[in-house]
């Protein structure tokens, strides 16, 4: 079975620091992973995704991320934050291509402070 | 915009009650899938279809079923509602070619009462 976990439930940075947002994973097959981004009383947006190939990985809004197997992470990241940035991030596997379903992490919710 | 739209916005509703919630997914788009988001339960998957046929199922409660029409609408169902089935329930779809990423619609808000 697949899992997600995201160390954090909430992060809070200052304005123009570095966005780091954590994010491991568990799948018995080679997964595809995804960041969502939900901004208040609103659906989820792709922010980014990993299939196969290059490792790093680079989304909407400045955001990327790095797919690296040997710590099963996924970790997103951004180097300057924006007030703009601030919603609730959450990252995603699936089995592979095609239309699977995906498992959520819990979220995290993101503050930026002026 | 996902390009996939859900109604209604908000449902109040009370308990022992049944509710239907609608979803259009993207244009070519053939799977559909349901998920609730709660404060508790999170982000979880209730149900997918394919072209019409059911293709997986989650933590899909025997109260609450949907079903995928002809034109690839899809509609939940939840029947005998409970104070704990309030929630977000959110629709997405997909292509079937592709990496698997899902287009969400804006959601359903469901309040028990």
């Known amino acids: 079975a697949q899992s997600v976990t995201q160390l954090g439930s909430h992060v809070s940075v200052s304005e123009g620091a570095l966005v780091l947002l954590r994010c491991n994973y568990s799948?018995?097959?080679?997964?595809?992973l995804f960041w969502y981004v939900q901004y208040p009383n609103q659906g989820l947006q792709l922010l980014l995704k990993?299939?196969?190939?290059?490792?790093l990985v680079k989304g909407i809004n400045g955001f990327e991320a790095e797919f690296k197997k040997s710590e099963t992470s996924f970790h997103l990241t951004k180097p300057s934050a924006h007030m703009s940035d601030a919603a609730e991030y959450f990252c995603a596997v699936s089995n592979g291509g095609g239309a699977q379903k995906l498992v959520f992490g819990q979220g995290t919710r993101l503050t930026i402070n002026p | 915009d996902s390009g996939v739209t859900q109604t209604p916005k908000h449902l109040i509703t009370a308990t022992g009650q049944r509710v239907t919630l609608r979803c259009s997914p993207r244009?070519?788009?053939?799977?559909v899938y349901w998920y609730q988001q709660s404060l508790d339960q999170g982000l979880q998957f209730l149900i997918q279809?394919?072209?019409?046929?059911?293709?997986a199922k989650g933590n899909i409660l025997e109260r609450f079923s949907a079903q995928q029409f002809p034109d690839l609408h899809s509609e939940l169902n939840l029947s005998s509602l409970e104070l704990g089935d309030s929630a977000l329930y959110f629709c997405a779809s997909s292509p079937q070619v592709g990496a698997g990423e899902q287009y969400f619609g804006p959601g359903t808000r469901l309040t028990v009462t």
């Open positions: 244009s070519g788009d053939l799977s």
């Open positions: 990993y299939t196969t190939g290059a490792t």
């Open positions: 799948s018995s097959v080679p997964p595809y």
């Open positions: 279809y394919y072209n019409g046929e059911e293709r």
